[in-house]
């Protein structure tokens, strides 16, 4: 039987310290049954992230199909999903999944998150802190960010109509025919592409499965401002519901 393609892309930006063990630790037994293709997408890092990646590349330590794409210029979070996405699109991947670099979310997951899609009845596979949302303060999750996610959700729930336990999470996977039917060029580079991407998604009736993922906070550097960010998840969602 032909082996699915599917596309790990990595975001990496000021991430030397973490992004070789996210790597390492994504699970082999996938290599055996997938055709894996890791995509590691170097957004323009003003620390040693560029030569950390290109010495792993160039030794290869295990064996791993993987290709680097360096950006000229800073394209930030939503810029790199466009590449990652238009790539996959491009070379006929059928699923792809995003892993970030700063080893927040657990690679070991990566496999709970292809299995849905492959089983063919879902558009996109999201994991979430959230469904078991004490966990997440377990996982160290500061109580701002615990409860900023709790509202903002509940808010966009709201005026989406829809029940999704954290529109937040940035571990995620998509089924690349669905991906090519929204309009995610058209989206922000910036933190809140994922609000504008599960609109698009919502809108066209997609159908996207939500599973839990452990909480892992540890001493990586947040780029992302709580009070910009929120503001642009909510104005997003509100002028959402006036676009078709």
Known sequence: ???????????????????????????????????????????????????????????????????????????????????????????????????????QYSPECISSLIKPLIAGKYDAVFGSRMMRSFDALKGGMPIYKYLGNIILTSIQNLILSSNISEFHSGYRSYKVSSLKKVKFKDNTNYFHFDTEIIIQFLKRKFIIKEIPIPTRYGDEVSHLKSIPYGFNIILSTILSKFKK
């Open 1 to 103: 039987m032909k082996k699915k393609r599917i596309l790990i892309f990595i975001p990496a930006y000021n991430v030397e310290a973490k992004i070789i063990s996210v790597i390492k630790r994504i699970p082999k037994n996938i290599f055996k049954y997938y055709y894996i293709k890791i995509l590691i997408i170097e957004d323009h890092s003003t620390d040693n992230t560029l030569k950390v990646i290109k010495k792993f590349v160039q030794n290869k330590p295990i064996k791993i199909n993987t290709y680097l794409i360096v950006n000229k210029k800073n394209l930030k979070y939503g810029g790199v999903q466009k590449i990652a996405f238009k790539y996959a699109i491009k070379n006929n991947f059928e699923y792809v999944v995003m892993l970030h670099g700063d080893g």
